[in-house]
């Protein structure tokens, strides 16, 4: 089982850029996708950002395309979430996940606090 470690969360000002990262241990992430989802506070999770582990390829939810970008290093097994133009709104916990054969993988989530 790959573990998947979140980090780079933290409080921002509106319209200001965060990273966060999720880092695949254990063993090398073979798998097919990697991504973020998030929760804000009495809401559901929500899907962020996706990535194909092998193409590069990218899709975004509709709220954060223009302002987010996903991208891998795959010799790192690592990908990564690039924030931008943050609102308040994108307040929640980001949890990465990582997608296998038959399975996915979460990571522990990130909080993402952004102020007005």
């Known amino acids: 089982q790959v573990q998947l470690v979140d980090s780079g969360g933290g409080l921002v000002q509106a319209g200001g850029s965060l990273r966060l990262s999720c880092a695949a241990s254990?063993?090398?992430?073979?798998?097919?996708?990697m991504g973020w989802f998030r929760q804000a506070p009495g809401k559901e999770r929500e899907f962020v950002a996706r990535?194909?582990?092998?193409?590069?390829?990218?899709s975004y939810a509709g709220s954060v395309k223009g302002r987010f970008t996903i991208s891998r290093d795959m010799s790192k097994n690592t990908a990564y979430l690039q924030m931008g133009g943050v609102k308040p709104e994108d307040t929640a916990v980001y949890y990465c996940?990582?997608?296998?054969?038959?399975?996915?993988?979460w990571g522990q989530g990130t909080q993402v606090t952004v102020s007005s």
């Open positions: 996940y990582g997608d296998q054969v038959d399975s996915r993988d």
């Open positions: 254990g063993r090398s992430f073979n798998g097919y996708a």
């Open positions: 990535i194909s582990w092998s193409s590069g390829i990218t």
